[in-house]
């Protein structure tokens, strides 16, 4: 990606952000623009649109109906339930995983803030394991996806009525898949702690899982994308490799299980493992930098005097993230939306931000700061900093558009997602083909199913956003957008007054 120097107009409000030292509201903004809680709780909402498989009697997203029932079918297996990731109908596992870890992180960093929220942020999270549990039953062996992505991708049709072939994919010791394992493991792992309290017993089920997954992600290694290219890619391609996962799924092992075994192996293992590596992007592929910042905790907080480096770690990713200083490498729009790439850009917006209030959290607690060459960012200019880049979610931007379905006077109406934009089953009982949907697809009409709490791709690099449903770059939501942001919003609600 290109690096850019910021803008004159970026700098002219982001600079009160890097000087702010008071509360976490940005010196520009005052008392809070947006109401936070509602965003919070469409934003959990929304995972309630992804779901596969047959639906709870307390299901509130009402226009969805059950879908997927026979899936595992091919292989022999019950593979039902778990989450559609975007606009389709295919059951991508890795970035499924990866959407329960954000998750599962979001409630233990900031679950106690959320207050009845915290049932429906358990609700979406157990969905997700209860599927990753069937998916890792056979030892050695996790299924790891279910649908024929191509084929899928050719048909516009509701999950209710897909008839697409649901091809089952699995890795196992022959075809290994370390990435995927790891990433499970992490997910398991995360879960269980945030079960520990009011379900003991599922919580052990998911450590239990998430140890025997961790074991067979070390000892075969591979990356998922090579055995079973031609059908995960280029949709779900491991592209940052394995060693990010296996250092990030140890890092949740060691705060999951409390065993000095995980923390040898991150000792050990670490600096082979990528822990001091320059790559600052965090989302579904690569999560180096989520595991430096969950290291850094358990140096800040927990004094493991031995993970004192990745403080520096942590450190070194704030620090490209700040404009006008030594180490940026990051670049924004125009109207101060941080941009990574074209192609669901949000992600990584949600993904920072997080990872911002996160961190913040650590260093106010241990009284630390970040020093960038000669600038000092304190707990409080992180906080600032995310809160900016979710008030442009929210609808701070050029458009005085919210990029949240359902939240604000103005939002997204074409969503590039199948269910959101056709007629639903309650409306339309007949079955609707495989091509004859894309008649709903072509519509320039808004979709007749809000999917509340969505986050699009978001606009692109000069916060242009044509609210196109045929733009899946930027109208597609997907579920590893929103898992961070719950964690986000839920600070930023709090911190606010509103829960």
Not at 173 to 192: M, R
Request: some cysteine; aromatic content about 10%; overall charge positive.
């Amino acid at each position: 990606m290109a690096r850019s120097r910021p803008s004159l107009l970026l700098l002219s409000f982001l600079l009160p952000l890097l000087a702010s030292t008071g509360s976490s509201s940005p010196g520009r903004h005052g008392p809070a623009r947006h109401n936070y809680r509602d965003a919070l709780s469409k934003s959990i909402l929304f995972f309630e649109g992804q779901r596969s498989g047959r639906l709870p009697p307390n299901q509130r997203m009402s226009w969805r109906r059950n879908s997927g029932l026979s899936d595992g079918s091919a292989m022999n297996v019950d593979l039902v339930g778990g989450y559609y990731d975007a606009g389709d109908n295919v059951k991508f596992g890795f970035p499924m995983a990866f959407t329960a870890t954000m998750l599962s992180w979001s409630v233990l960093e900031f679950g106690g803030m959320m207050k009845g929220e915290i049932v429906n942020a358990r609700a979406a999270i157990r969905w997700a394991t209860d599927y990753l549990l069937k998916a890792t039953a056979h030892p050695n062996t996790i299924y790891v996806q279910v649908g024929d992505a191509s084929k899928d991708h050719a048909c516009w049709e509701r999950p209710e009525d897909m008839d697409t072939p649901r091809t089952v994919l699995k890795v196992d010791t022959n075809n290994p898949g370390s990435d995927i394992a790891a990433e499970t493991a992490a997910a398991l792992s995360a879960a269980s702690l945030v079960f520990r309290k009011t379900d003991p017993t599922y919580s052990k089920l998911l450590r239990n899982r998430a140890i025997q997954v961790f074991e067979f992600a070390d000892k075969y290694r591979g990356s998922y994308s090579n055995g079973l290219k031609g059908d995960v890619c280029p949709y779900y391609c491991s592209y940052s490799g394995f060693q990010d996962e296996l250092l990030w799924g140890a890092a949740w092992l060691h705060k999951a299980t409390r065993k000095p075994t995980y923390l040898s192996y991150i000792e050990v293992n670490g600096q082979t493992l990528g822990a001091d590596e320059s790559d600052n992007t965090f989302g579904w592929d690569n999560k180096h930098v989520g595991a430096r910042i969950l290291l850094s905790k358990a140096f800040l907080i927990q004094n493991v005097k031995s993970l004192h480096d990745y403080k520096g770690h942590a450190d070194n990713f704030v620090c490209s993230l700040i404009p006008g200083t030594q180490f940026s490498q990051a670049q924004y729009t125009p109207g101060g939306l941080l941009f990574k790439m074209g192609d669901s850009n949000m992600q990584y917006v949600t993904s920072a931000s997080f990872l911002l209030v996160t961190y913040a959290k650590y260093l106010a607690f241990s009284s630390k700061v970040v020093s960038c060459g000669g600038a000092t960012i304190t707990p409080q200019k992180l906080r600032s900093i995310a809160r900016r880049q979710v008030d442009y979610i929210l609808g701070d931007n050029p458009q005085q558009m919210s990029y949240m379905v359902g939240y604000g006077a103005r939002y997204p109406q074409r969503v590039h997602h199948r269910g959101s934009s056709l007629p639903s089953v309650a409306t339309h009982p007949a079955k609707i083909a495989c091509s004859a949907g894309f008649a709903s697809f072509h519509s320039t009409g808004p979709n007749p199913n809000p999917l509340t709490g969505a986050v699009v791709g978001g606009p692109d690099a000069n916060d242009r956003f044509p609210d196109d449903r045929s733009d899946y770059e930027r109208s597609e939501p997907a579920t590893y957008i929103n898992a961070p942001l719950v964690g986000a919003l839920a600070y930023l609600a709090h911190s606010s007054g509103q829960l």
